[in-house]
């Protein structure tokens, strides 16, 4: 599976951004699909996940009222909604697959990384 993600940007605070991350090589539909950042200096953290259903979804706690997933079995892909954005969103966001692996909030849990995308948020 690769995956590939777009859509980040400089955005002001109170901004919105929608981040894609398509696939290829093989369908996501049965891949439970996550994106997780990492901002300068940090280890990469979870940011949300979304079920091959598309209805189960999960959210850190930081993102949580803010941020949307989704996903589009048809097209392969699965997007990040993002509003109110703040500059403590900055970071390079990834997209990543996981099938067969039981866990959801760390980056052992995915099978599968895209390259990132930088989300800029100015004060």
């Known amino acids: 599976v690769q995956l590939q993600a777009s859509g980040g940007g400089l955005v002001q605070a109170g901004g919105s951004l929608r981040l894609s991350c398509a696939a290829s090589?093989?369908?996501?539909?049965?891949?439970?699909m996550g994106w997780f950042r990492q901002a300068p200096g940090k280890e990469r953290e979870f940011v949300s996940a979304i079920n091959w259903s598309n209805i189960m979804t999960y959210y850190a706690d930081s993102v949580k009222g803010r941020f949307t997933i989704s996903r589009d079995n048809a097209k392969n892909t699965v997007y990040l909604q993002m509003n109110s954005l703040k500059p403590d969103d900055t970071a390079v966001y990834y997209c990543?697959?996981?099938?067969?692996?039981?866990?959801?909030?760390?980056?052992?849990?995915?099978?599968?990384w895209g390259q990132g995308t930088q989300v800029t948020v100015s004060s």
């Open positions: 990543a697959a996981k099938i067969l692996r039981p866990g959801l909030l760390t980056t052992y849990d995915y099978n599968y």
């Open positions: 090589g093989r369908t996501l539909s049965s891949y439970v």
